[in-house]
């Protein structure tokens, strides 16, 4: 190889960012394949690159034969001998040959070789370096808009911001710099495309990363980050330092760090809560700025319930549900907001279903009033409800054996097809929700 030739191999290879190597394999295929349009297809060739000497050495494959019919593919056990001593009949060499002059049409398929094989280098050194920067920031200059898609010139290639990553609020134009988040990389046939975001929670979170120094240094940490892009965003945050308040050193001097932020995200409200582990502690901070006056925690379904005062009950929710939604993102579960009114009529509406349906299932033969609260909170709150009741579920019940339970099931069917009081029992059932006195008997 001359040392040109290598020297025009290291400069490619420091312009695109590939490999030497990578390049070194092209300039082999090249030289294979314009080899074989001149030795011709037939002829089963191999090339090597020897790095000592920086040349290729091209080698034709023959199989070896008692007498060689085809000398392109085969040779005769005594030259193949010469080759390699311990080569035999039916085995293969490999003999040197010196590479032609390429013609046109040999020259031109080489060509086509070499730069094919350097875009492909060329797209997986894109790829991989922006597969690498995937969930990272970047800045790019708006190259042009495309049915709502901004494309972004990122320098070495180009970016999509589609219009479900982008602020409802802005308005991007040619040559305008932008900053987002890198979502995912995908590998095309076309090459390597790169989706960004400026709504994604993280671009949030990266945007506090880059603009305070104590995230950057890990003596704060974002533990979460809910928005509803153009509108409202919060985040929650801890220290790991006690002397460091992680709510102050996201907000900054007078709000600068903050509203740096704020002036980037088109002016987007940013609540910054500190992280609780206990969700009861955590929602109180969460729901900001309004105040909590209660919360109970439902573990099986995963709720938090929470009441408030009655004049706090908008700013709890917030416009268009807005604050309670991300207060139940932030934190993890869901959430009911009550007014300390609503809650007081709820209570009382359950304590009236409840007397009811007690009142309802005392006309059963030996069942009292605190029979009747046992069945009512074991999920037994109708007479319907009783006569189809197996006995093992009603025997689980305390006070109420086999024979009972039978009574109970038998009178309760003869109630309801009678008409005498079932009617009734079953009425101001389904009336007041008799399904729900399960879940609301607790309160």
Same mark, same amino acid.
Not at 13 to 24: A, M, N, P, T
Not at 68 to 77: D, K, Q, Y
Not at 258 to 264: G, P, T
């Given at each position: ?50 790095? !000592? /000497? ?7 494959? %023959? ?64 790829? !991989? ?133 704020? %002036? ?73 907001? %009550? ?58 019940? %305390? ?12 009178? /309760?069917?003869?109630?309801?097809? /009678? ?25």
């Amino acid at each position: 190889m001359r040392p040109e030739l290598i020297q025009a191999i290291e400069q490619v290879g420091r312009e695109k960012g590939i490999d030497r190597s990578v390049l070194i394999e092209a300039v082999g295929a090249a030289i294979l394949s314009a080899s074989r349009k001149t030795l011709g297809p037939s002829t089963d060739l191999k090339i090597r690159f020897d790095d !000592q /000497s920086g040349k290729f050495r091209l080698f034709s494959v %023959k199989r070896v034969v008692e007498t060689p019919v085809n000398p392109r593919a085969e040779v005769s056990l005594p030259e193949a001998l010469k080759i390699n001593p311990e080569v035999a009949v039916g085995g293969q060499v490999e003999i040197e040959v010196e590479p032609q002059r390429f013609g046109r049409i040999a020259a031109q398929t080489a060509k086509q070789v070499i730069i094919q094989r350097v875009r492909e280098a060329e797209r997986n050194g894109l790829y !991989q370096s922006f597969k690498e920067k995937e969930g990272e920031l970047i800045s790019g200059v708006v190259q042009r808009v495309n049915r709502g898609n901004l494309i972004v010139d990122l320098g070495r290639t180009e970016a999509l911001l589609p219009p479900r990553e982008q602020l409802p609020t802005e308005e991007y134009r040619p040559k305008d710099r932008i900053r987002a988040y890198i979502v995912e990389v995908r590998k095309t046939s076309k090459g390597s495309q790169i989706i960004l975001s400026r709504t994604h929670p993280a671009f949030l979170i990266k945007l506090f990363q880059a603009e305070v120094p104590e995230i950057h240094e890990g003596i704060v940490q974002i533990k979460g980050a809910a928005r509803e892009p153009g509108e409202r965003a919060k985040i929650s945050v801890l220290s790991k330092d006690p002397n460091v308040d992680p709510v102050g050193a996201c907000v900054g001097f007078r709000g600068v760090r903050v509203q740096a932020i704020v %002036k980037e995200l088109q002016g987007e409200k940013i609540d910054i809560v500190p992280w609780k582990e206990d969700p009861a502690e955590f929602i109180v901070y969460a729901l900001a700025p309004a105040e909590v006056t209660q919360v109970t925690v439902d573990e099986k379904v995963h709720i938090l319930h929470v009441m408030v005062a009655d004049d706090q009950l908008s700013l709890a929710i917030g416009k268009k549900g807005r604050n309670a939604r991300l207060a139940s993102k932030l934190v993890g579960w869901k959430v009911d907001i %009550k007014s300390r009114t609503q809650v007081a009529k709820e209570a009382e509406r359950k304590r009236e279903l409840l007397k009811r349906q007690i009142q309802a299932l005392v006309s059963l033969p030996g069942v009292g009033e605190k029979m009747a609260q046992r069945l009512v909170e074991a999920g037994f709150g109708s007479l319907e409800k009783i006569s189809q009741a197996t006995l093992e579920a009603l025997q689980a019940v %305390k006070g109420i054996g086999k024979k009972r339970a039978e009574k109970l099931i038998s009178a /309760s069917q003869k109630l309801l097809e /009678s008409g005498e009081k079932g009617n009734e029992g079953e009425g101001v059932s389904q009336k007041l929700g008799g399904d729900s006195l399960a879940q609301g008997s607790g309160l």
